[in-house]
């Protein structure tokens, strides 16, 4: 006689054994049949933050894929990181739902340039792009410098820029972007954690 998994556990919890199911002719074949491996058995583990909010709570990333060259790897899971002392594990349902912000097909993957006058959007390289952004700044700053104020002051201020943080670096990464801004002369510096 066969049962189904749930007639089985419901057989086990009335007191009556497996065991005992066997010897009245029920298999328990098809139940541990049933048994489902753990989705996360062959995934890699990536400690991460979620980029959402200044609360800053740690993800495990869990990718599919062993990593070898050619091969394609995936992010299957995403969950809160029990060992880390923001969240102890925990998220809120914006970041539960990291993992659709992962495979969003809309999600920004490269640096894109649309040239003055430009309608469309292109695609350039990370090299580009940093060689861009150095230059500008660059250029900028030579303008527009301030070594001294009015009184005689040194003040070596660079005022026509701004810099605007991200709310998620973690304490090392904040404090070197934070010299390095002051380093240059800047002023305006904030952090997306006050948005
Ligand atoms: S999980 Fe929620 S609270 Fe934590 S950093 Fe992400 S958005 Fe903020």
Redesign the pocket.
Known sequence: MSVTRRQFLQLTAAGVGSTGLVALGFSPDRVLADVRNFKLSRTAETRNT?P??????GVILYTLGDRSKNAHSAVMHVEGDPDHPV?RGT??P???SLLDFIQSPNRLRYPEYRAPGSDKWERVTWEWALDRIARLMKDDRDKHFVAKNAAGVTVNRWPTVGMLAAS?SSNESGYITHKVFRAMGGVAFDNQARV
């Open positions: 979620c959402y909010c200044s609360v800053g709570c969240n998220l809120c914006k970041g539960a998620a």
